[in-house]
């Protein structure tokens, strides 16, 4: 079975500048969660999807960081503009559904933001 | 904000040492998960306990959860280099699966 897989894997970006990262869910999870690993931290959720709604967004910073998951599959997260304090790792992560206990991680993109 | 704090932030240890990892809050949680994490990659999941008391082994691997389901640890015995990685806890708040992360515990184990 294919796991989460996510793109690109390292971005390297100017501050003020745009960014764009993709998740593609493992096939069949209905839920999806973005989370931002800031280095010496554990990851924080910034946004969870079930199937194409927005469940949980209360720690996404809405003034510059944006979600979609159109189709119920797929999803993006964009940052607009990005600050230097945006540098971290962004994983995605999905589960069969929101009273699943596990969670399937991606590699993460490694975001450095200068 | 529901917080949890692992103990200790670094370990450096032996091959063939024991070793405890301790994760607390002073908040209550449904259920308790540990992940192991490698440069590059995603947290992988270790265990996920429930039960207040309970008591979970992998191997050489034992997990516990406090009795007020506030605070876990887990052991390690005979630690081995391929257990090095990033060790983190994590707290399911409530249905709906959110989980809150500790910091993580580097675990580095040398041959």
């Known amino acids: 079975e294919a796991g989460v897989a996510q793109s690109p894997r390292y971005k390297i970006i100017e501050k003020r500048q745009s960014v764009a990262f993709w998740c593609n869910p493992i096939?069949?999870?209905?839920?999806l969660y973005w989370y931002q690993q800031i280095l010496g931290q554990g990851p924080k959720l910034l946004i969870q999807?079930?199937?194409?709604?927005?469940?949980?967004d209360s720690q996404l910073p809405k003034d510059r960081f944006s979600a979609e998951r159109l189709k119920g599959v797929d999803s993006t997260l964009k940052i607009q503009p990005a600050k230097l304090e945006d540098s971290a790792v962004y994983l995605c992560?999905?589960?069969?559904?929101?009273?699943?206990?596990?969670?399937?991680f991606g590699p993460g993109t490694r975001l450095t933001v200068l | 904000t529901q917080l949890l704090e692992q103990s200790p932030q670094f370990l450096s240890i032996q091959e063939g040492e024991n070793l405890t990892v301790y994760c607390n809050s002073s908040s209550v949680f449904s259920s308790l998960q540990w992940y192991r994490q490698e440069p590059g990659e995603g947290p992988v999941l270790l265990v996920t306990v429930v039960t207040g008391g309970e008591v979970k082994k992998l191997k050489r691997l034992t997990f516990q959860f406090g009795d007020a389901r506030k605070d876990s640890s887990l052991h390690i015995t005979a630690a081995q280099p391929g257990d090095t990685g990033l060790y983190l806890c994590?707290?399911?708040?409530?249905?709906?699966?959110?989980?809150?992360f500790g910091a993580g515990t580097i675990l580095r184990v040398k041959s």
């Open positions: 999807f079930q199937n194409n709604g927005v469940v949980d």
């Open positions: 994590a707290g399911a708040e409530e249905y709906g699966n959110k989980l809150v």
């Open positions: 992560a999905s589960s069969l559904d929101r009273g699943s206990d596990t969670q399937y």
């Open positions: 096939s069949g999870h209905a839920t």
